[in-house]
């Protein structure tokens, strides 16, 4: 038992060390994630010591829509170009896209855009659910759209078109998209269960962890509070369109799914993610880390901080990732990640060499960057690693 909660029965493994990994995370599953279930994966130093799952319609082996996680992988590949030489981060993003220099959006560079700052959180109208589904035909909306805040001065979360924006930049840049690039970089070398494109052979994996949906407590949140129509969280999450958009809908759909806009259309296990993260937070399959020291601190260094204009919450964003120790104290400077609006967390954090990824099947949209479990299973991942490190002796 812990914090006065109850705790449920969990299925999986951990490694000697992890044992109180496992008991917070079933209390996770008998409290919060009690209705729909959740997977924890947790890689250190490269293995695997905590692969846990439980709750109703989830295995370990089940696909999820995890939403905006798919913006680590967005910035792990920009993050690749940048390390190449490809994209210069202080480059304007209309010297790669012409067409982007429209509505005084001349000056912005790739650096503020990946930093939440360019101004262009929607367009005026609002996307359809077919645009919403293909990166190519947002970013053609948004090449001549008129910023919300003058760019470069102010942020505000880009919740919907960020990955379309960054995609576009590295489509003119390289010919290739972010979703081929993630594919024959990062997902295939690894062998990630993490997808942008879900393949057709896949699909019964997501199919058996049922359809996305919110929480009887969400559905009560929103209907309390709805958001207003002409706000700028309406506009960055397309509810002023006609027909607003359906938020928890989108993982349902087959077209998201495989087309994978990369804002939030990747399906993946948390062991795909916290692979994926391995592979940033240290030597994985005898490989050296993805990113090279002075790369990972230049994303990971705060870009933007202080109120969000678009959430009127205070956080932080590096260069498309999220400096996670702005929200979880436990973690170091060096702790770069993405949540999820499922209530998805993943991160990698090289300073410990661990990687982390907790994901659930029911939406939590009012979580925020993560849902409230993550503050305490972070915790007890962190402590345990800490305590293995020093029986083992290991740095």
Request: negative net charge; charged residues 20%; without cysteine.
């Amino acid at each position: 038992m812990s914090d006065g909660h109850v705790q449920a029965q969990v299925h999986g493994t951990v490694e000697p060390g992890f044992e109180s990994v496992r008991e917070e995370f079933a209390t996770v599953v008998a409290n919060e994630a009690r209705d729909g279930g959740a997977q924890l994966a947790v890689h250190h130093h490269g293995r695997l010591v905590v692969d846990l799952w439980g709750g109703d319609g989830v295995d370990g082996d089940s696909l999820l829509g995890l939403y905006s996680s798919s913006k680590g992988a967005m910035a792990l590949v920009t993050a690749l170009l940048v390390q190449d030489g490809v994209l210069d981060l202080d480059r304007e993003v209309a010297s790669w896209w012409p067409e982007f220099a429209a509505e005084g959006k001349e000056r912005l560079t790739l650096r503020h855009l990946l930093a939440h700052r360019s101004g262009v959180i929607g367009a005026d109208g609002g996307l359809s659910p077919d645009e919403l589904a293909d990166d190519r035909a947002v970013a053609a909306r948004l090449a001549g759209q008129r910023p919300f805040w003058e760019p470069g001065t102010a942020h505000g979360y880009h919740a919907l078109v960020i990955g379309a924006l960054v995609g576009e930049v590295v489509l003119r840049a390289t010919g290739r998209t972010i979703q081929e690039l993630f594919e024959e970089r990062v997902r295939a070398p690894y062998a990630l269960d993490y997808y942008l494109g879900l393949p057709e052979e896949l699909e019964p994996r997501f199919r058996t962890a049922l359809p996305m949906r919110p929480t009887p407590a969400e559905q009560a949140l929103l209907a309390e509070d709805p958001i207003a129509p002409d706000s700028l969280m309406a506009i960055a999450f397309n509810f002023h369109a006609d027909p607003p958009f359906d938020i928890v809908g989108y993982a349902n759909s087959r077209t998201v799914r495989a087309r994978a806009p990369i804002s939030g259309g990747g399906v993946g296990s948390a062991r795909g993610l916290s692979r994926m993260y391995a592979a940033i937070a240290g030597e994985l399959d005898g490989r050296a880390p993805l990113l090279k020291p002075d790369t990972l601190a230049e994303v990971a260094r705060v870009h933007s901080s202080g109120q969000d204009l678009v959430t009127g919450a205070t956080n932080a964003f590096g260069l498309g990732f999220v400096p996670l120790a702005t929200r979880h104290p436990a973690l170091s400077h060096l702790a770069v990640g993405h949540s999820g609006a499922p209530g998805s967390q993943a991160f990698a954090d090289p300073a410990t060499g661990l990687a982390y990824s907790y994901a659930r099947r029911r939406f939590a949209f009012a979580a925020g960057p993560g849902a409230v479990e993550n503050d305490r299973l972070i915790p007890a991942v962190v402590a345990a690693a800490a305590r293995r490190n020093e029986t083992s002796g290991a740095a």
